[in-house]
C-alpha cells in the first residue's frame, strides 16, 4: 500500500470514528439534521420524529443502500444537529434551512429564477398582465409556477388574444403619442390613445383572472349578459367585440376535458420514480375542466418517495397563488397531517390532502401517474443518450474519464468593433446556463481571433487553483491554429494537464468535406470520427451554443452602442452633460423613465435642457 492510499484510509477510519461518535450522542427525540461534506459545506438537510433511529439508517443499517445512495452517503463527512420541541416544529425548520442553505441533494423546486409566473396588480390605473420570476410582498395576484418558458408565453399569448389587454411596458405605455401596431390589428384595445375608461379596462383584466383561475363558465356569463346590453341599447360594434371574446373562449374550453363531474376545484400530485431520479406531475383542475399538466423532474438524494412528494408540495403551494380545496396525492406521506396544517393555514380555508382509493378521483390519478411515469422514462431514455454521448466522446479523446463539464469559447466582432467573447458550458451533456460567462475584449485595437482568445483564455484560467472550477474538456471553436494557441496560453499558467483539450473545425465542403474536425494537442490531422458520431455530435451542440451566446452578446454591445450615440444628437448635451447623465442612468432606457426633476438636478443639467432632452428621448 503506498504512502497516499495509507494516508487516505487513516483519514477515513477517523472521519468514521467522529460520526460514529456523533451518532451515539444524538438524542432519540424531534429535529433537523444538517449533513456536511469534506469542505464543510452542507450537502443536505432532513428532518425526522426520532433523530437516532433516522441517522442509523445513514451510519449503522448502510449494507442495502443502492450504489448511487451508497455514494452520497459517502460523501458525509460531518453533520449538526438542531433539536426542536415537536415534529411540527422540525417540519417549519427544515424547510426554513433549505431555503437558506437551498443543499445540493435536498429535493428543490426551483426557485423564481427558473419557473416563471404571471402578475397583477389592480391597484394599477390600467394593469396589465406580466410574466415575473418571484411572488414579492405585494398585493398583486400572481399564477403559477409554470413548468416551463414555452408554457407560460403560451398562457400570456392566449390571454392577449382573448382579452385585448396592454401588452406594452409602463415606459411605453406612458409616452406612446398614437396607437401601435397590436392596436391596429386588433390585439389590443388601444387604451393608451383612444378613450378607455379605467373601470371598462379593469373589468376586463378581472375576466382574465377569473379565465387564468378555470371560472371560464362565469366569465361567459357575465359576457353574454354585457353583449346583451349593448345590443340592447343599439350598440353593435361593441356587441360584436363581446361576442368574438366569447366565440374565443369557447374555442379554448372546447379543448379542455372535463374530468371532474363535480366541477369542483382540485391539484392531483403523481409521482413516478426510478435509478435514482423522480418526476411530479401535476395535474390542474378548475370548474372540473383539467387546464393544465405540467412534469417536474427531481433527484431522489437521500429522500424516499414520500419525503420527495411532501417537500414539493410545501414549496409549489409556498410559489403558487392559488390553492384548492382538494389536494390528491400517489401516495401517504409520513408528515401529511402537518402539510394539511401549514396549507389550510396558507389558505384561510378548509383543505383536504389524500389518496384515492376508488371512483372518478382514482381514476384522474391513475391519470396522472401514466403520465408521471411516461415523463420519467423520456428523462432517463434522454440522460442514457446524454451519457453514452460522453462516453463515446471520452473514448474518442483518449481521456480518463466522461468529461463531465465541457467549456467551450467563442469570439464575435464586426470588423474589429466591440470584440467579445463567450463562454458555454455543458454539465452531464446538457447546457448549464447558470455556468456561461460573457468577456468583453479589452485593449486590442484591431481585429485578431488569436489576440481575442488568448486574452480570454488567460483570464478565464490565471485565478486560484484552489477555488477555480476546472472543466473536464475544454474546447475551442477553430483548428490546429486555434488549439496551438489555447495551449500555449495553459502552458503559460501551468495548467496544460489538468484538463483535455480539443479544437472544432468546421467542414470544408468545397474540399469535399463531410464532418466538422476535431484536432487535439499532438496531432497534426484530424481524429477518425469512425462511429463516435454521437461525440462528435456533443461538440457541435457546445460549439453552436458559445457561438449563439458570442453573438447574442455582440448584437447587444452593438445596439447599446448605437443608442446612446443618440445622445450625440440632442441639442445642449455636450461631453460633460453626457458624462453626467450616463454616470446616473448608465443607458437610454433608465433616461426615458426618469421624471424632469431628477434629470434637471444633474450636474451641469437645468429644466430647459432636460426639457429637450425628454422630448428628443420621447420621440425616438
Not at 57 to 86: E, G, Q
Not at 213 to 231: C, I, N, Q
Not at 552 to 581: A, C, H, N, W, Y
Request: aromatic share 6%; proline share 4%; glycine share 6%.
Amino acid at each position: 500500500m503506498s504512502q497516499v492510499e495509507e494516508k487516505t484510509r487513516k483519514t477515513g477510519e477517523k472521519t468514521r470514528e467522529h460520526l460514529m461518535e456523533k451518532y451515539r450522542q444524538a438524542p432519540s427525540g424531534p429535529g433537523v439534521y444538517l449533513m456536511k461534506n469534506g469542505k464543510n459545506k452542507i450537502i443536505y438537510v432532513g428532518k425526522a420524529k426520532n433523530l437516532k433511529k433516522r441517522l442509523s439508517s445513514y451510519f449503522i443499517k448502510n449494507r442495502n443502500h443502492d450504489p448511487k445512495t451508497a455514494v452520497l452517503i459517502s460523501m458525509i463527512k460531518d453533520f449538526d444537529l438542531v433539536i426542536t420541541a415537536s415534529d411540527h416544529e422540525a417540519f417549519i425548520l427544515e424547510s426554513n434551512l433549505i431555503k437558506e442553505h437551498r443543499p445540493k441533494y435536498n429535493v428543490i423546486l426551483k426557485d423564481g429564477k427558473n419557473y416563471p409566473l404571471l402578475r397583477v396588480d389592480m391597484k394599477e390605473e390600467y394593469p396589465s398582465i406580466q410574466r415575473v420570476r418571484r411572488i414579492q410582498e405585494d398585493a398583486a395576484v400572481y399564477f403559477g409556477p409554470y413548468s416551463s418558458s414555452r408554457s407560460v408565453n403560451q398562457t400570456l399569448k392566449q390571454i392577449q388574444k382573448i382579452f385585448k389587454l396592454r401588452r406594452c411596458r409602463d415606459s411605453q405605455f406612458r409616452n406612446r403619442s398614437r396607437p401601435c401596431l397590436n392596436y391596429q390589428i386588433k390585439a389590443c384595445l388601444g387604451l393608451c390613445t383612444m378613450t378607455v375608461s379605467p373601470g371598462v379596462y379593469k373589468r376586463r383584466v378581472r375576466d382574465a383572472i377569473l379565465f387564468l383561475r378555470g371560472k371560464s363558465g362565469r366569465v361567459l356569463k357575465k359576457l353574454e349578459a354585457e353583449m346583451k346590453a349593448h345590443a340592447k341599447v343599439h350598440e353593435f360594434e361593441k356587441a360584436a367585440q363581446v361576442r368574438d371574446t366569447i366565440f374565443a373562449i369557447k374555442n379554448v374550453m372546447e379543448k379542455q376535458a372535463v374530468v371532474c363531474p363535480d366541477m369542483q376545484d382540485r391539484d392531483i400530485f403523481a409521482l413516478a420514480s426510478d435509478r435514482g431520479r423522480a418526476v411530479v406531475t401535476v395535474m390542474m383542475v378548475r370548474s372540473g375542466r383539467l387546464i393544465d399538466t405540467a412534469h417536474y423532474p427531481a433527484h431522489l438524494g437521500f429522500k424516499e418517495e414520500d419525503e420527495i412528494l411532501s417537500a414539493f408540495l410545501d414549496q409549489y403551494y409556498e410559489k403558487s397563488g392559488f390553492i384548492p380545496s382538494d389536494i390528491l396525492v400517489s401516495r401517504e406521506m409520513e408528515n401529511q397531517t402537518i402539510l394539511e396544517q401549514n396549507l389550510k393555514e396558507r389558505r384561510g380555508k378548509t383543505l383536504v390532502i389524500h389518496v384515492p382509493a376508488r371512483g372518478e378521483k382514482k381514476r384522474l390519478m391513475d391519470m396522472a401517474l401514466r403520465n408521471a411515469s411516461r415523463e420519467l422514462e423520456k428523462l432517463l431514455k434522454r440522460e442514457e443518450e446524454e451519457q453514452a454521448s460522453m462516453v463515446m466522446l471520452q473514448t474518442l479523446l483518449g481521456m480518463e474519464k466522461p468529461p463531465e463539464r465541457i467549456e467551450c469559447f467563442d469570439n464575435s466582432n464586426i470588423s474589429g468593433q466591440d470584440p467579445v467573447s463567450s463562454m458555454a458550458v455543458f454539465t452531464h451533456g446538457r447546457p448549464d446556463k447558470g455556468a456561461y460567462r460573457k468577456y468583453i475584449i479589452k485593449d486590442i485595437p484591431f481585429q485578431d481571433d488569436y489576440a481575442y482568445m488568448f486574452q480570454v483564455l488567460e483570464r478565464r484560467f490565471s485565478g486560484s487553483g484552489k477555488t477555480m472550477t476546472w472543466p473536464d474538456l475544454l474546447v475551442v471553436d477553430g483548428g490546429k491554429g486555434q488549439l496551438n494557441m489555447a495551449l500555449a496560453v495553459l502552458r503559460d499558467l501551468g495548467i496544460e494537464n489538468e484538463f483535455a483539450l480539443a479544437g472544432l473545425a468546421k467542414k470544408n465542403a468545397a474540399k469535399g468535406e463531410t464532418e466538422d474536425k476535431i484536432y487535439i494537442p499532438g496531432r497534426s490531422n484530424p481524429l477518425n470520427i469512425g462511429q463516435a458520431k454521437k461525440g462528435l455530435f456533443l461538440l457541435e451542440q457546445v460549439r453552436d451554443e458559445a457561438h449563439r451566446f458570442a453573438i447574442s452578446f455582440q448584437r447587444k454591445r452593438r445596439e447599446k452602442r448605437g443608442s446612446l450615440s443618440v445622445l450625440d444628437t440632442i441639442p445642449g448635451i455636450g461631453p460633460m452633460r453626457r458624462k453626467s447623465l450616463l454616470t446616473r442612468f448608465k443607458g437610454i432606457e433608465k433616461m426615458k423613465k426618469a421624471g424632469l426633476e431628477e434629470i434637471a438636478a444633474l450636474p451641469g443639467m437645468n429644466k430647459k435642457s432636460a426639457q429637450i432632452l425628454i422630448t428628443h428621448l420621447n420621440s425616438q
